[in-house]
Nanobody
Framework: QVQLVESGGGLVQAGGSLRLSCVANGRPVNNAGMGWFRQAPGKEREFVAA????????PYGDSVKGRFTISRDNAENTVYLQMNWLKPEDTAVYYCATRRGPGSLQSLRSQSSYDYWGQGTQVTVSS
């Protein structure tokens, strides 16, 4: 059984930073694709960032490129999302997800390729 537990969300002013964490119980993060997605009120869930098994491929959504960074700590079996220069439009529930096996760049961006999801953590950015 795989369980993903996110933490680190909260309320921050525009221009501030937050770091989200995702602990993956039951699946080594260095043997899985790991992704972050978000869903704002009234909107569809969208891709934010992902990291491949090798760690060499880290795609980002266009709206967060240059501001967010995904990383992982294999020893802690944790994936992080460092979010800098936050904007009010970054307000959303952020979800961590994991997928088995190597995947293409397209699959890392695709929600349907992930088989386990966390419960989500709320990020609110005030203007």
């Amino acid at each position: 059984q795989v369980q993903l537990v996110e933490s680190g969300g909260g309320l921050v002013q525009a221009g501030g930073s937050l770091r989200l964490s995702c602990v993956a119980n039951g699946r080594p993060v260095n043997n899985a694709g790991m992704g972050w997605f978000r869903q704002a009120p009234g909107k569809e869930r969208e891709f934010v960032a992902a990291i491949s098994i090798s760690g060499n491929t880290t795609p980002y959504g266009d709206s967060v490129k240059g501001r967010f960074t995904i990383s992982r700590d294999n020893a802690e079996n944790t994936v992080y999302l460092q979010m800098n220069w936050l904007k009010p439009e970054d307000t959303a529930v952020y979800y961590c997800a994991t997928r088995r096996g190597p995947g293409s760049l397209q699959s890392l961006r695709s929600q349907s390729s992930y088989d386990y999801w966390g419960q989500g953590t709320q990020v609110t950015v005030s203007s």
